[in-house]
């Protein structure tokens, strides 16, 4: 019985699965051929952004923190206190950065998207709107995932100022590490590269978020059960997705030997 229960689960994760390919196609053609709800769209880039940023930020610095406390003091050990600065920035632009603000508006604002628009499709309010000639992926879909895609990356770059901000603080203040000898090692370390490799990052699990959101929503079946259902295993998945996909991104992006911080020594 249990096994049976465990295989039609996944059929059916499998589904939605495939139904999130088909809608993440259809957006496209949407995007290309048809104009933005513009109201909609700024509506969602506030619910995204500014209403995320205060737990992304008190997240980044926090993280800042306890990386700069645990490599710091791994690196006096060896006289190597002045990299500090430049290993932090490294990690929270290619690595926590973008994955610690994906893994947070997956929390936030995914599983918001998946309940709304399950609630939508239970309730048959798709189905109004469908009578009444307006297509739920303009109208639902789109300006979530325009808000996800423009917002994740704008909340990267400003957690990463937050997380070395937090790593200056305990730098400065427990190590005793200069100020500016922690920043020329941000700045010697750090190459145009990894900020814009941030920020492909941050876009990319933006339109994840957003498009497994939305379609869990979109094939969301069985009134309230459904809907939390729906909202749980949309979070779940987009986890998955966001470290399954960084993954990728990081071995397109960082192939071969670097030399960010042997060239600093």
Same mark, same amino acid.
């Given at each position: 019985?249990?096994?049976?229960?465990?295989?039609?689960?996944?059929?059916?994760?499998?589904?939605?699965?495939?139904?999130?390919?088909?809608?993440?196609?259809?957006?496209?053609?949407?995007?290309?051929?048809?104009?933005?709800?513009?109201?909609?769209?700024?509506?969602?880039?506030?619910?995204?952004?500014?209403?995320?940023?205060?737990?992304?930020?008190?997240?980044?610095?926090?993280?800042?923190?306890?990386?700069?406390?645990?490599?710091?003091?791994?690196?006096?050990?060896?006289?190597?206190?002045?990299?500090?600065?430049?290993?932090?920035?490294?990690?929270?632009?290619?690595?926590?950065?973008?994955?610690?603000?994906?893994?947070?508006?997956?929390?936030?604002?995914?599983?918001?998207?998946?309940?709304?628009?399950?609630?939508?499709?239970?309730?048959?309010?798709?189905?109004?709107?469908?009578?009444?000639?307006?297509?739920?992926?303009?109208?639902?879909?789109?300006?979530? &995932? @325009?808000?996800?895609?423009?917002?994740?990356?704008?909340?990267? +770059? /400003?957690?990463? !100022?937050? $997380?070395? #901000?937090? %790593? =200056?603080?305990?730098?400065?203040?427990?190590?005793?590490?200069?100020?500016?000898?922690?920043?020329?090692?941000?700045?010697?370390?750090?190459?145009?590269?990894? &900020? @814009?490799?941030?920020?492909?990052?941050?876009?990319?699990?933006? +339109? /994840?978020?957003? !498009?497994? $959101?939305? #379609?869990? %929503? =979109?094939?969301?079946?069985?009134?309230?059960?459904?809907?939390?259902?729906?909202?749980?295993?949309?979070?779940?998945?987009?986890?998955?997705?966001?470290?399954?996909?960084?993954?990728?991104?990081?071995?397109?992006?960082?192939?071969?030997?670097?030399?960010?911080?042997?060239?600093?020594?």
């Amino acid at each position: 019985m249990t096994q049976a229960i465990e295989q039609s689960s996944l059929g059916q994760w499998s589904r939605r699965l495939i139904a999130a390919m088909f809608l993440a196609g259809q957006v496209v053609i949407h995007l290309l051929s048809r104009p933005l709800h513009r109201r909609n769209t700024l509506e969602q880039m506030a619910a995204v952004g500014p209403e995320s940023l205060l737990i992304a930020l008190i997240t980044a610095a926090f993280v800042g923190m306890v990386f700069t406390i645990q490599v710091t003091r791994e690196f006096l050990s060896f006289g190597a206190g002045a990299a500090v600065g430049g290993v932090l920035s490294l990690t929270l632009a290619r690595e926590l950065g973008p994955v610690l603000t994906a893994v947070i508006i997956a929390g936030r604002v995914g599983s918001a998207f998946a309940a709304e628009i399950g609630t939508m499709r239970v309730t048959e309010q798709i189905d109004a709107l469908q009578v009444l000639k307006t297509d739920p992926i303009d109208y639902l879909v789109i300006p979530r &995932l @325009v808000a996800c895609a423009l917002m994740l990356p704008l909340l990267n +770059v /400003l957690a990463f !100022i937050t $997380g070395m #901000s937090g %790593g =200056l603080l305990i730098a400065t203040t427990q190590y005793g590490i200069p100020t500016s000898v922690f920043l020329d090692s941000a700045q010697n370390f750090l190459s145009v590269w990894d &900020l @814009v490799s941030s920020l492909i990052k941050a876009f990319c699990f933006g +339109v /994840l978020i957003a !498009i497994i $959101g939305t #379609s869990w %929503g =979109l094939t969301t079946t069985g009134g309230a059960k459904g809907v939390g259902q729906s909202t749980t295993t949309a979070v779940v998945t987009a986890l998955l997705a966001i470290f399954i996909s960084n993954f990728f991104l990081s071995w397109l992006m960082f192939q071969g030997t670097g030399n960010a911080v042997m060239s600093n020594f």
